[in-house]
């Protein structure tokens, strides 16, 4: 059986160039791929980092859906099962918004793929494909392969050293698809056995850790730090705010490898927390974890949300002054996005408050609701505000790390990637992407202490 799986076109957000497109490869797809039985032909298109052709006849396409990508996904979908091949739609979009995506597919795939994927196969060859496959229960991260990495154009994609160790969350806030029903936030972990296989298959000393918190279950990721430090690794990940009331914890990262740590804090107001059901932060913790990470060395990406209902006009200047003055290296800016199905878009939509319902502005980028504590004009022009007055000469000089250590990443990042992003991009079109990711590898590795 031939099987084209498939990741749809994403929609840029104005801040970003094309390396955010060609940042990493969709690693769900990789996953799917090694997940069919050998006697299959699988192949992969990007829409994100190539020409893709949609004017074949595979048997089976396979396509990820994410919330800003459904209407692509939809149109790729539909194109095919008029030319009479079989459909199948997954990924987190498909989990939360079923009914519509079935509208497109002949099957849909709700949750994870392990122990799904093969039996779909199994159907489709047997004529008996059913409109739905989903789990009882989430499925035993023992049984997730290693990634097909050889189905890559590794040149168009900076970085090809991501993997995943974990899957869920303990934490369900109210705006993060964990709260949504259809997504297993179970927080479950590969055997740390399979996970150094996996390891030594990226044939890297430079790892990126994209799992939703790595920390979300301590004795676990104690035991992968200790297990991974003797690999002399570099590596990045994210992991909840919480991360800073433990010292111990911290200095296993630190003595493993880790270089920098992306971090939700989201806001700088209580209340804002509260409102989300985001208990695992504290703003009183704020300063001690960020200090506590840089006196070891380590970098912040500083993940935060603007326009929660106590936010007004002055979030914006309060905020920028606060993750300068600690020296946060790395700043991700979100408009707080009512994705569907989430605890969030019930209520902003019992309150009549969702102004915006297409899917493709759902990327963080664009106001789709209407704020409290500002008019929607107002949240727009803020956060882009925000990313330029957080990436100024003045700001990134301002923020330069005082540990030696972080220095050169440093700058790497907030130049080339945030500051003259987009030159560089025009590079990495050229086929150049992977060249481009190897060299900041080269120049940011500084192995364990």
């Known amino acids: 059986m031939r099987i084209k799986l498939v990741c749809p076109r994403m929609t840029a957000r104005p801040m970003d160039s094309a390396l955010k497109t060609h940042m990493a490869p969709p690693l769900a797809l990789l996953v799917l791929a090694a997940l069919a039985p050998p006697e299959h032909q699988v192949e992969l298109a990007d829409e994100n980092v190539e020409r893709a052709r949609f004017d074949d006849r ?14 692509r996904a939809f149109a790729i979908a539909d194109a095919y099962r008029r030319r009479g091949v079989a459909v199948v739609l997954g990924g987190v979009h498909a989990s939360c918004c079923p009914e519509s995506c079935a509208a497109h597919a002949d099957a849909i795939v709700l949750g994870e793929a392990e122990g799904l994927w093969e039996r779909l196969l199994a159907d489709l060859a047997a004529r008996r494909l059913q409109p739905v496959y989903a789990h009882d229960v989430p499925p035993d991260l023992a049984d997730a392969p290693i990634p097909r990495w050889e189905l890559l154009a590794g040149r168009n994609y900076l970085y090809t050293n991501t993997l995943t160790v974990s899957r869920g969350c303990p934490w369900q806030c109210d705006f993060c698809y964990n709260s949504a029903p259809g997504v297993a936030s179970v ?17 890297t000393r430079h790892v990126m850790f ?61 209340a804002n927390l509260a409102a989300a059901a985001k208990r695992q932060n504290r703003v009183a913790d704020y300063d001690r974890t960020i200090e506590r990470i840089h006196e070891r060395g380590m970098m912040v990406n500083a993940s935060i949300v603007l326009g929660f209902d106590r936010d007004g006009p002055e979030v914006f200047d309060r905020t920028r002054d606060w ?11 979100h408009i707080l996005t009512p994705y569907p199905n989430t605890r969030l878009h019930a209520r902003l939509a019992a309150e009549g408050r969702i102004t915006d319902t297409d899917l493709r502005h759902y990327t963080t980028a664009r106001v789709v609701f209407r704020p409290a504590g500002m008019s929607a004009a107002a949240l727009q022009r803020g956060y882009l505000r925000l990313y330029d007055e957080f990436y100024s000469w003045r700001s990134i000089l301002r923020r330069t790390p005082i540990h030696p250590r972080q220095r050169k990443a440093y700058f790497l990042f907030n130049l080339l990637y945030r500051k003259y992003g987009r030159v560089l991009a025009a590079l990495g079109r050229a086929g150049l992407m992977g060249t481009i990711g190897r060299i900041a590898r080269r120049l940011s590795y500084r192995g364990v202490r």
């Open 58 to 71: 595979p048997d089976l396409v396979g396509i990820t859906v994410k919330v800003d990508t459904a209407d």
């Open 187 to 203: 927080f479950r972990t590969k055997p740390i056995g399979a996970i150094l296989r996996e390891i030594d298959s990226l044939r």
């Open 210 to 270: 994209i799992d939703d918190n790595l920390i979300g279950d301590r004795r676990f990721a104690a035991e992968l730090f200790g297990a991974i430090r003797p690999l002399g690794l570099s590596w990045h990940a994210a992991v909840s705010a919480d991360v800073g009331r433990d010292e111990a914890l911290l200095d296993l990262m630190a003595d493993s490898g880790g270089q920098s740590l992306f971090i939700g804090f989201e806001t700088i107001n209580d």
């Open 323 to 333: 993750l300068v003055s600690r020296r946060v290296e790395t700043m991700t800016a």
